[in-house]
Antibody, heavy 117, light 108 residues
Framework: QVQLVQSGAEVKTPGASVKVSCKLF????????MHWVRQVPGQSLEWMGW????????KYSQKFQGRVTVTRDTSASTAYMELSSLRSEDTAVYYC??????????WGQGTLVTVSS | EIVLTQSPGTLLLSPGERATLSCRAS???????LVWYQQKAGQAPRLLIY???KRAAGIPDRFSGSGSGTDFTLSITRLEPEDFAVYFC?????????FGGGTKVEIK
């Protein structure tokens, strides 16, 4: 069955970068657009960007442009999200999610990234 | 960029009551790309409604969506204990994804 499995929790210091992985089981990654969405504790969902895993095209939220990079490794059926220049406000749960053409149909379990000195 | 405003922020209701949640877009949008999710604490969101009014697979018929243009509504008739959660609307427009701020449905 379809499953998105993300990498484990991370603790980073301000100014560092974090790279979160998301492995798709049950389907070919190249058939999908993969979104990255974050959620600061107690707050709403915030879209960061997507990658077309078939051709590698990306689109980013203006808020994160220049700080976020989404990539994929098709041979590993894995998408990645790297966020740089981390600050305390980036402490959040980061989700990968599969786009089903009209909606997100599958979500990863979430990865908690804590930014603290 | 389109902004989605959800109201109210919190809804205090009792099991068995009806919940009506609002999602307003800052400009007219295509209902094809208006989606509702439910999220419980510690879990990823769960798809409820897509295309503004179509129930996702396995979603009980007490959940319904309606609306067009700038105003969309999620209704839950006869709240069950498992329905107390946070609800988000989401729009896909011009290759961008936007989420509303969420409505928390709490037990009174």
């Amino acid at each position: 069955q379809v499953q998105l499995v993300q990498s484990g929790a991370e603790v980073k210091t301000p100014g560092a970068s974090v790279k979160v992985s998301c492995k798709l089981f049950g389907n070919a990654l190249t058939s999908y657009i993969m979104h990255w969405v974050r959620q600061v504790p107690g707050q709403s969902l915030e879209w960061m960007g997507w990658i077309n895993a078939g051709n590698g095209n990306t689109k980013y939220s203006q808020k994160f442009q220049g700080r976020v990079t989404v990539t994929r490794d098709t041979s590993a059926s894995t998408a990645y999200m790297e966020l740089s220049s981390l600050r305390s406000e980036d402490t959040a749960v980061y989700y990968c999610a599969r786009w089903g053409y009209l909606f997100i149909d599958y979500w990863g379990q979430g990865t908690l990234v804590t930014v603290s000195s | 960029e389109i902004v989605l405003t959800q109201s109210p922020g919190t809804l205090l209701l009792s099991p068995g009551e009806r919940a009506t949640l609002s999602c307003r877009a800052s400009q007219s949008v295509s209902s094809n790309y208006l989606v509702w999710y439910q999220q419980k604490a510690g879990q990823a969101p769960r798809l409820l409604i897509y295309g503004a009014s179509k129930r996702a697979a396995g979603i009980p018929d007490r959940f319904s969506g309606s609306g067009s243009g700038t105003d969309f509504t999620l209704s839950i008739t006869r709240l069950e204990p498992e329905d107390f959660a946070v609800y988000f609307c989401q729009l896909y427009d011009n290759s961008l994804l936007t989420f509303g701020g969420g409505t928390k449905v709490e037990i009174k």
